[in-house]
């Protein structure tokens, strides 16, 4: 709930500004007070007085002609979070680089609480190099960013670009302010490692590191210190320590000297189980003949943090293909507190998708199954179950 949040809602100019209007009304229903901010080329989108008979309060509109002597400062400094639904491209990479020639972009300038930002735009925008790396900077200064979803766009086109739905945008504004895990220290790994079977080729999995990218975020917006040992491209996050890996062997050494100092670790990462005993010096050629590549074992993570006397609360992935048996079995023997399965196999979940379908066992066997939902937010359930856990225990 919003109850008695003061919450600044700026809207910037795409289509998708029509759905500003249930978004305020989303927000005033959560007890906010609202107050809305908007873009010149919004309001061609979107009528300021739709907005004024739904929050009660006429819509900044620009720098002039406002009661106010500085409108941005004023209302910036009355919010408690701000949060830009939608986002055009244009308005994110004003936001990247703090280019303030609207009232909107100066308000989020002047504002000191959470940001929350919603883009929507054709894909082919959100896919281009420079808007990822505004996105990137925004993740990197704090923002939160939620969506875009998959789905139809303006003009007919279909791809991600789709702003979120109202409710999932309210979600993510009571969690901007939730700072629940202040005071915690955690520990993620994410990604899939990488065994060298000689300096070309390697063993590898299809983990993109999504799912322990979104638990360390969550954590950190929530207030947590969070170190991100990872084995995927690592992305700059507010308040994440990124420690970059490769192997299993890098991983368990990055882990095991770094477990001891956390409240709470949550291993996301799919490590490999085996690696080349010695990989070769130089590239396998293909004329000397399919190579014999003998494996052993790699270190197990997860165990060696299990086994320690003053172990912290810990949290197993298992990702498992078809049933999830395994995860049931995993949960009961692995000495965890927690463990979150994933069928692979179902569509939407596990490697490399936005999307999660997750059950989470306790140690006695007993399953929860979530619906499928996104990744953000399968992360942000998971910390209000390992919170409630945590507490009670
Ligand atoms: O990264 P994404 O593309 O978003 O995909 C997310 C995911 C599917 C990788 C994630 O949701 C997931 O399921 N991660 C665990 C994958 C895995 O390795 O599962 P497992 O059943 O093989 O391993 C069980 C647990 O032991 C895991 O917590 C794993 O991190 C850990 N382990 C495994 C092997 C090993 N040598 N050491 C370990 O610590």
Redesign the pocket.
């Known amino acids: 709930m919003l109850t008695g949040r003061r919450i600044v809602l700026g809207i910037s100019g795409g289509v998708a500004a029509y759905k500003a209007a249930y978004l305020a009304r989303r927000l005033v229903e959560a007890g906010a007070s609202v107050r809305c901010v908007m873009t010149d080329a919004a309001t061609e989108f979107l009528g300021a007085q739709t907005l004024a008979a739904i929050t009660g309060e006429y819509p900044v509109l620009g720098f002039f002609d406002e009661p106010e002597v500085s409108p941005h400062t004023a209302l910036g400094q009355w919010s408690d979070a701000m949060v830009i639904a939608p986002a055009t491209a244009g308005t994110l990479a004003k936001l990247a680089t703090g280019l303030s020639d609207n009232a909107m972009i100066a308000t989020a300038l002047a504002a000191e609480g959470p940001l929350v930002v919603a883009p929507a735009m054709h894909t082919e925008m959100w896919d281009k190099p420079s808007t990822q790396r505004n996105i990137a900077t925004l993740l990197a200064d704090g923002v939160t960013i939620v969506g875009p979803a998959e789905g139809a766009l303006a003009g007919g086109d279909v791809g991600p670009g789709r702003l979120v739905e109202p409710e999932e945008i309210v979600a993510a504004v009571e969690a901007s302010l939730n700072r629940d895990l202040e005071g915690w220290h955690v520990l993620v ?4 490692t990488r065994e060298p079977i000689d300096p070309v080729r390697y063993l590898g999995n ?7 990218n979104a638990i360390a975020l969550a954590a950190a917006q929530r207030g947590a210190s969070v170190v991100l040992v990872t084995a ?1 491209p690592a992305l700059r996050m507010a308040g994440v320590e990124v420690v970059a890996v490769e192997t ?1 062997q890098d991983m368990a050494d990055a882990v095991w000297a770094r477990v001891d100092d956390v409240d709470v670790a949550v ?7 085996f690696r080349p005993v010695t990989p070769a010096d130089e590239k396998l050629r293909r004329a000397a003949g399919p190579p014999q590549i003998h494996l052993e074992p ?5 165990a060696g943090v299990a086994g320690r006397e003053h172990r912290p609360f810990l949290v ?5 293909a078809g049933s999830l048996d ?1 995860a049931h079995h ?1 949960a009961t023997t692995k000495g965890v507190d927690l463990l ?1 399965g ?1 069928d ?1 196999a179902k569509p939407g979940s ?3 998708t936005d999307t ?1 379908q997750v059950t989470v066992y306790t140690p006695d066997g007993a399953a929860d199954t979530w619906p499928l939902l996104s ?1 953000t937010e399968v992360a942000e359930r998971l910390w209000d179950r390992i919170r409630a856990t945590y507490e009670s225990g």
């Open positions: 790994t994410a990604g899939g299809r983990s993109s590191g999504k799912m322990g995927a299993a291993m996301a990462a799919a490590v490999a189980d790699t270190p197990d993570i997860l197993g992935f298992a990702a498992e395994g995993k979150v994933n692979v596990g490697f490399a999660n990744k």
